[in-house]
């Protein structure tokens, strides 16, 4: 095969397969290796698969024993400034699972190397990618609900997932905030200045570390994003995309992450006087967006950035305002103090 990207898989864990089945359906692309630290894991996803390709414990062996030109960084976030850093130097470019890195360091150095090298970093940011969320951000940048000034997003799930969630310090911050956090930015079209946190692990939390968070963070446009979630939440359950709320000069937005979002506007008639004013409901454009949702239409956009020679929109340089706020929103929970973003931000 003469694929155009030839692929080295780093992490054959559960998240690979997605990764892995997007590759396989590309006529451009061919995955030459398989990597992870335990080769066993490898070799069974390459049965799984029915891949002719080689399997390896270490990426750098990978990358020059196959001349590869892409890696998709599918690792714990532990790993991934190693993994990236290692692809970019070895002339790779590179599409990582989420978060960019796990300290604020790391971010900046990748993003350093990612300039350095020219290679392309792009991060999966797979709930951009859902033409829910694009209507919600139309219903926005179209006015309907006029000047946002407060955001609210409720996250309340409980999975158990066992493994290495269970034991890292800010298992919701560090592993998952992140999808909220850069949906928000996507929503408003704006980034974060600030933010305030207060994480914590609520009584009956299989956790080890701190399952809960609040956080409010001020935005580049004014207004003021309010996060509440928790990741050891029994009942009542919101959406994985979160439960929306975005209140405007003229009118709110509600998304509750599985429904069609809407607005609710002041009624264009004379309402001199009311104690409440009258409302019309405005339905969002389901036709906004259409190409493929979550990871497949974030991979084909990472994909199309390198045919087209841009920055993906999922880019590491812009992804790291997200990662910023987690990074920030963890600094704020252990200091107790308000911590200003652009501390987090390589320039």
């Known amino acids: 095969m003469n694929a155009t990207y030839k692929v080295v898989v780093a992490g054959c864990g559960g998240m690979s397969n997605i990764w892995i089945d997007t590759a396989i359906e590309r006529e451009d692309t061919e995955i030459v290796a398989l990597v992870d630290i335990k080769l066993e894991f490898a070799e069974k996803m390459r049965e799984k698969k029915g891949l002719d390709c080689r399997t390896f414990t270490d990426l750098a062996e990978a990358i020059e024993a196959t001349g590869a030109n892409l890696v998709f960084d599918v690792t714990i976030p532990a790993s991934h400034h190693k993994i990236a850093s290692t692809a970019m130097q070895l002339g790779c470019n590179i599409f990582g699972e989420k978060p960019l890195a796990e300290t604020a360091e790391e971010c900046k150095d990748l993003i350093r190397i990612a300039e350095e090298t020219g290679k392309s970093h792009a991060v999966m940011q797979n709930r951009r990618f859902d033409p829910r969320i694009r209507s919600l951000r139309h219903l926005i940048e179209s006015g309907t609900i006029g000047k946002p000034g407060f955001v609210n997003a409720d996250f309340f799930l409980g999975p158990h997932f066992g493994g290495f969630r269970d034991t890292m310090a800010s298992p919701l911050l560090l592993d998952m ?127 199309l950035s390198l045919r087209e020679n841009r920055r993906a929109e999922t880019d590491s340089r812009d992804n790291q305002y997200s990662m910023a706020m987690v990074n920030a929103a963890l600094e704020s929970a252990r200091t107790g103090r308000k911590v200003a973003i652009a501390d987090f931000i390589q320039k």
């Open 177 to 303: 905030a992140i999808h909220t956090f850069d949906q928000a930015r996507l929503i408003l079209g704006a980034d974060p200045v600030s933010v305030y946190c207060h994480e914590f692990n609520p009584p009956g939390s299989w956790y080890e570390g701190a399952a809960a968070a609040v956080c409010i963070f001020e935005m580049s446009d004014g207004s003021v994003f309010n996060y509440r979630g928790s990741w050891c939440a029994e009942g009542a359950h919101t959406s994985w995309e979160a439960d929306w709320r975005i209140t405007g000069e003229k009118g709110t937005a509600i998304w509750n992450g599985h429904d069609a979002p809407y607005a609710e506007v002041v009624a264009p008639e004379e309402q001199e006087g009311k104690f409440i004013k009258s409302f019309v409901r405005v339905e969002a454009d389901p036709a906004v967006y259409s190409e493929r949702t979550g990871h497949p239409g974030c991979l084909d956009e990472m994909f």
